[in-house]
């Protein structure tokens, strides 16, 4: 099993701590890069439970994201919202989603997010 980046973890767990959602990060994961602001997954988590709730067709899955989020160790997870995936020179989606990715599959990283412009 990879070791995560301690740097990485210590910015989770500050994103955690102080409860911010102003952190920009790009990551690479799996061949994907995603940029975005990181929240805490508390946040992330209420995010996706109101999304799912008005869906008629997928309400009854955002029970499962009303649960606590567990706080025993360092944290294992990034949370990202208004975040994309970067295609070429497109972010998808345009508006901002909420990804969930996990520290230990980050290959690359950097502080910052990145937006493309059609000028």
């Known amino acids: 099993m990879p070791?995560?980046?301690?740097?990485?973890?210590?910015?989770?767990?500050?994103?955690?701590?102080?409860?911010?959602?102003?952190?920009?990060?790009t990551?690479?994961?799996?061949?994907?890069?995603?940029t975005g602001r990181l929240a805490t997954e508390a946040m992330w988590r209420q995010?996706?439970?109101?999304?799912?709730?008005?869906?008629?067709q997928l309400a009854e899955?955002?029970?499962v994201f009303d649960t606590p989020p567990k706080k025993d160790g360092p944290p294992t997870h990034l949370h990202f919202h208004v975040a994309r995936i970067l295609q070429g020179t497109v972010g998808i989606p345009e508006t901002g989603g909420m990804y969930?990715?996990?520290?230990e599959d980050v290959?690359?990283?950097t502080i910052g997010d990145f937006s493309y412009s059609d000028h």
Not at 3 to 25: C, R, Y
């Open 61 to 63: 899955f955002s029970a």
């Open 100 to 103: 969930r990715v996990a520290i």
């Open 47 to 56: 995010r996706v439970s109101e999304v799912l709730t008005n869906s008629a």
């Open 3 to 25: 070791k995560p980046d301690e740097l990485i973890v210590d910015i989770a767990a500050l994103v955690e701590s102080g409860h911010s959602n102003q952190m920009p990060l």
């Open 107 to 109: 290959s690359a990283w």
């Open 27 to 34: 990551v690479v994961t799996g061949g994907a890069v995603i």
